[in-house]
């Protein structure tokens, strides 16, 4: 099976290719189009900021590619991000594949960004099958609001989307590759699908 990583400029992807080698699997770091095309699952990884990285994916021509992928497709964090329309980081134009805003955590009275461990809620999706504990990993200060796409969701200052999906395309806002256990779980899922 050929999992292929999204290559740009986005940090991150060495954690998820450490996690993946952790399952077994040798990942293809690639923002090579056949390869992208021709991989039977694609992770789309990310930390940063939306701006700068939509600049970079349409300098690659990654934008008009990432939509038409008819493989699953997993987007981590910044890469569930910009699978939305729209960015309030930076007032950014994201892929579009969610018919979804991205909109910045406000509070006065609770630290952002959101960082640390928080439970899934009302996970129900092939995604979280057989999961050790319901525990992930958050770095965010941008969130996805829940909406008809969310197949999990938790509460950090309100609910939102810790996971949506549409299609072959799913998106969590957590980091599974440093979530332990059930964040191997859920890569493992994923490859799996």
């Known amino acids: 099976m050929k999992i292929a990583i999204i290559k740009y400029n986005a940090g991150n992807t060495q954690s998820v290719i450490f996690a993946l080698n952790r399952l077994g699997i040798e990942p293809i770091l690639t923002e090579d189009f056949e390869e992208l095309k021709s991989a039977d699952k694609v992770i789309f990884p990310g930390v940063g900021e939306a701006s700068t990285t939509m600049k970079h994916l349409k300098e690659l021509h990654l934008n008009e590619l990432i939509p038409d992928l008819k493989q699953p497709v997993l987007g981590i964090c910044l890469g569930m991000q910009l699978m939305c329309n729209h960015s309030e980081e ?4 994201c892929l579009g594949i969610f018919d979804a805003p991205v909109v910045k955590f406000k509070s006065e009275d609770y630290k952002i960004p959101h960082m640390g461990w ?5 996970a129900d999706n092939e995604l979280f099958r057989t999961l050790p504990d319901d525990h992930m990993y958050f770095v965010h200060s941008y969130y996805v609001p829940v909406s008809e796409y969310t197949i999990a969701k938790t509460d950090y200052i309100n609910n939102f989307s810790a996971a949506i999906k549409k299609d072959n395309f799913y998106a969590v806002q957590f980091h599974p590759e440093k979530s332990g256990a059930q964040g191997a779980q859920i890569l493992k899922n994923f490859i799996e699908l």
């Open 90 to 93: 930076n007032d950014t134009d």
């Open 118 to 122: 928080n439970n899934l809620v009302e």
